[in-house]
């Protein structure tokens, strides 16, 4: 929240408290006050209207039948003695209400009468012979209230000026320091974001480099197994090609060596076909003129021909990748048939070959000893499987227990050539 909506919200909120504090301090004192000071009048108009009535009694009682005709006794009943200055008035009254003597109506009056009021009867031989009304005067307690209200008016004007600016003013100084808290934090935020940019694009070029030099130590790879399969196949095989037609020549003389020529041809016919194997392995030359599930129906009737396991095929479709990503695929297929050839004593494998979108999926599985993948290290085979797919941004699972054969999954993206 910016600090000026918070310390708008904050005087918006303070505003009605401190209203409500001035005003219940300059208006309680002088309601306790009025409540206490009118208690007081009327408890002593009762006491006054009592001693009254108690004068009227006597003058009734010497004179039960004139009494009310003798007005000044009457008088002298109802007069104040000196301390009783703060009666406003007094009344008496018979029994059906009919006014006997008032101060009023003789003119006597010492104050205000909108003061309490109090009421205490005559009684004459047990029974009520007149009333006595005194009220009292209420200057005095107006004139204190007054000055009451007036202290209670300023201390609450002044209660609620203070419970008003000093606390927005503390909080607007906080506010402060909080703005100057969240920008710095927002100048913080924008410079992790900027080194995470920074970090990020280090890193993906680090990332593109590591994989670069990744595809170019495949690739040097590649090159460096095409060398040594042109060596052997220009080298060897012509040579052992040599051997072959002199044998040969031998042979079409039995007289001189002609179980020895024989055994020779057979050897080297055997070499040869080893050979063209192995260059086979080195250098996927099916890539050259064929589409990748031509290429590896090609590899795995090779390896059934080759080991008398009983080896299937299926592709989803004709499929044409681009190269790298086919060499890969082409020589993960390569090394899991060699790991059958060499480790699982299987009697049947099944490859199958899916492509979907830009992915391209190959499963190999085959029914032999399988092997508990938890227990066992890998090989450098299932390496080499899981770090040629790691190469090109894909991943290789290897599924396996024992007795119960193995199945290795491929997955790759399509990568461009270049």
């Known amino acids: 929240m910016p600090e000026g909506t918070l310390s708008r919200h904050f005087t918006r909120r303070m505003l009605p408290l401190s209203v409500s504090a001035a005003l219940l301090m300059a208006a309680t004192p002088p309601a306790i006050y009025r409540v206490v000071a009118w208690d007081k009048l009327g408890a002593q108009a009762g006491v ?20 009310r005709y003798n007005s000044g006794k009457i008088v002298r009943a109802a007069i104040f003695r000196p301390g009783q200055r703060d009666v406003a008035e007094v009344r008496i009254t018979d029994c059906a209400g009919a006014g006997l003597f008032s101060t009023e109506g003789l003119g006597v009056t010492t104050g205000q009468k909108g003061g309490p009021s109090a009421w205490a009867p005559v009684a004459v031989h047990g ?106 196949h220009d080298g060897i095989g012509q040579a052992l090609a040599a051997v072959q037609i002199e044998l040969g020549l031998a042979a079409a003389h039995p007289e001189e060596a002609a179980p020895h ?61 681009p ?22 004593a299987a009697h049947e494998v099944a490859v199958s070959l899916d492509v979907e979108g830009s992915l391209v999926r190959m499963k190999i599985e085959d029914d032999g000893r399988g092997f508990d993948t938890s227990a066992k290290a890998e090989g450098a085979g299932i390496r080499g499987i899981r770090e040629r797919c790691a190469f090109l941004g894909g991943e290789a699972l290897i599924e396996s227990t024992a007795g119960g054969g193995t199945r290795v999954s491929v997955r790759l993206p399509i990568a461009e050539d270049g």
Not at 48 to 67: D, Q
Not at 149 to 154: G, L, Q
Not at 290 to 295: G, K, M, N, P, Y
Not at 304 to 312: H, K, Y
């Open 48 to 67: 006054y209207a009592s001693h009254v009535g108690e004068n009227l009694r006597h003058i009734i009682e010497r004179e039960p039948l004139l009494w």
């Open 127 to 232: 029974r009520t012979a007149a009333w006595v009304q005194v009220r009292m005067d209420h200057g005095y307690e107006i004139g204190v209230l007054a000055a009451i209200a007036a202290v209670s008016s300023i201390l609450g004007l002044a209660l609620g000026l203070a419970l008003f600016f000093y606390p927005v003013t503390v909080v607007r100084g906080q506010a402060r320091v909080v703005g100057d808290t969240l920008r710095r934090i927002e100048a913080a935020e924008a410079d992790i974001r900027a080194a995470n940019r920074d970090l990020c694009e280090r890193v993906a070029a680090a990332t593109a480099e590591v994989r670069r030099l990744s595809e170019r130590v495949v690739s040097i790879q590649e090159d460096e197994r095409g060398r040594i399969a042109r060596d052997i």
């Open 261 to 321: 020529a024989a055994r020779a041809a057979d050897i080297c016919e055997e070499t040869i076909r080893d050979l063209r194997r192995v260059v086979h392995d080195l250098r996927p030359v099916d890539l050259g003129a064929s589409t990748l599930d031509e290429a590896l129906r090609a590899v795995t009737e090779r390896f059934e021909r080759g080991t008398g396991i009983e080896t299937s095929f299926s592709a989803s479709a004709k499929t044409n990748v």
């Open 323 to 344: 190269e790298k990503t086919a060499t890969c695929i082409l020589r993960v297929m390569q090394e899991a048939l060699s790991n059958v050839r060499r480790h699982a």
